[in-house]
């Protein structure tokens, strides 16, 4: 069960300071919604949690994220290992040019295990986490760009999934759906907290409200609230926060 | 998306205000009733509670919508939440305030100064009536003292109330110029008006819900009293 926690961070790019001291810690087997306007920070901080942000220009990082205790920016921290830790997955499906079985199979033989039986047991095993098993198992071979969009996305999760990570940070993964994939995603979502702790980024309020335990609202790199999701969307703490929602910003 | 949500929740609170001061009236309407005999306003009244229903039809549609269509949140989500069981309550109100102009053209003569004074009917109407308007002052100024203060004045209502049969029973062994039924009659006006305040804490319920999200339906009175009052 891991436990994450930001303390203390700050984040510049160059001159702007786009993180300002937010500190948080997040409950193991729970989903976590980070909302707030574009621009906000939300995705920046998202990326923390696996080093996403360390080739970015002019990126200065201070303060500590920590997995299971350890800081994961100190000096000789391997970052395969965060990486194994914190799987991601993005706005849009990004499948390799490769066949399913590959897709899946990628971080794993990356990480030097190549054993045919072994790998064909966690594909599965991931395909299945990811509710798509069914629908491929006889396809495995197939390129993954054949998959729709639904379909590519939670390959997506399932290549996210085979390395067995135990953090999963989503960064808008269904706003390039169709409904009916989007539910899909989200329904995949409730079922996998049960093992993983999932942080998402989110602009759509409905799905934040819908599958997240927690939502954090941000605005102008700051935290301005963090709470359970009933108390954010009935009854924030914040006027910001209830600004925000409502859609009486500005 | 501000402006949309903001006019929606706007429209609801103007149509459950004209609904309100409809409620108002007609309860007024019944207590001239009740007070001359004058049998007059009693059509008006009549006519009057098919408008009730139909602001009750329209209110229930328009926050089902708004519920369906606008996705609200925060205040937006309380207000509506609340906004519909205010009405389902105002409706009852209403259904009273006719139901006591139907008691008062039943009957063939004005109830006796000397009943309505054993009976405290006028202050069991001033009593509901001034609940019922000061709900409506709360909503319409969010004040949580005004709704704090209703739960104090029910008090007067129920012990009205406790009283009402013993009085009914001493009236009729009274032999009055009364029919028994009529005086049973009277009976029913009474517990209308107990019920009236019953309907008014509910909404004062949901008053405190819109205002501050808290629940207090169901708690014990020494809940109530201590209200996040401000």
């Known amino acids: 069960m891991i436990q994450a926690e930001a303390k203390n961070i700050n984040v510049w790019y160059g001159g702007f300071h786009a993180l300002k001291n937010i500190s948080m ?26 080093r996403m942000n360390d080739l970015i220009p002019n990126f200065r990082l201070e303060g500590e994220i920590l997995l299971n205790g350890q800081n994961i920016y100190d000096k000789g921290v391997r970052l395969d290992e965060i990486r194994k830790q914190a799987g991601m997955v993005f706005q849009k499906p990004n499948p390799f040019p490769k066949s399913i079985y590959d897709n899946v199979a990628y971080g794993l033989r990356v990480n ?26 006889d396809v495995l071979k197939k390129s993954a760009m054949e998959l729709s969009g639904g379909q590519q996305q939670r390959l997506c999760i399932a290549r996210a999934l085979a390395v067995q990570p135990q953090l999963i940070l989503m960064d808008e993964p269904a706003s390039a759906l169709d409904p009916i994939s989007t539910a899909r995603v989200e329904e995949l979502m409730l079922e996998l907290k049960k093992n993983y702790t999932i942080i998402i980024v989110t602009h759509n309020l409905q799905q934040a409200g819908r599958i997240s335990d927690y939502t954090a609202f941000f605005y102008l790199g700051e935290l301005v609230e963090y709470n359970a999701t009933e108390k954010i969307f009935l009854n924030p703490e914040k006027e910001r926060t209830q600004n925000y929602i409502t859609g009486r910003f500005g | ?10 429209h609801l609170k103007e149509t459950l205000v004209h609904m309100w001061q409809l409620i108002i009236a007609q309860m007024e309407k019944a207590r001239q009733t009740v007070i001359t005999g004058d049998k007059n306003l009693i059509p008006e009244i009549k006519f009057n509670e098919k408008r009730v229903d139909a602001f009750e039809l329209k209110l229930d549609m328009d926050c089902e919508n708004t519920l369906m269509l606008k996705n609200p949140v925060a205040v937006d989500l309380r207000f509506v939440v609340s906004a519909l069981k205010i009405n389902y309550n105002l409706e009852r109100i209403g259904d009273y305030a006719h139901g006591i102009a139907k008691i008062m053209d039943k009957l063939n003569t004005a109830i006796p100064e000397s009943v309505l004074e054993q009976t405290h009917l006028l202050e069991m109407f001033y009593t509901a009536q001034t609940m019922l308007q000061e709900a409506y002052d709360a909503f319409e100024t969010m004040d949580r003292n005004k709704v704090k203060s209703l739960f104090e004045t029910d008090k007067k209502l129920d012990r009205y109330d406790k009283e009402s049969n013993a009085i009914i029973a001493g009236i009729i062994d009274g032999k009055p110029s009364l029919s028994t039924e009529s005086v049973l009659d009277i009976l029913l006006i009474m517990k209308k008006l107990e019920r009236t305040g019953d309907h008014v804490l509910n909404i004062a319920e949901e008053l405190v819900f819109y205002f501050d999200a808290d629940t207090i339906k169901h708690s014990k009175l020494d809940k109530k009293d201590s ?3 401000i």
Do not use: H, Y
């Open chain 1, 25 to 50: 810690n997040f409950n193991p087997n729970t989903v976590t919604a980070f909302i707030g306007p574009s621009g906000c920070g939300k995705s920046t901080f998202l990326r923390l949690f696996n």
């Open chain 1, 112 to 137: 030097g295990n190549n054993n045919k039986t072994e790998l064909d047991g966690i594909v599965e095993n991931a395909l299945r986490q990811a509710a798509l098993w069914d629908e491929v198992k």
């Open chain 2, 1 to 10: 998306m501000a402006a949309l949500i903001e006019s929606n929740v706007n």
């Open chain 2, 227 to 229: 209200l996040p009052i």
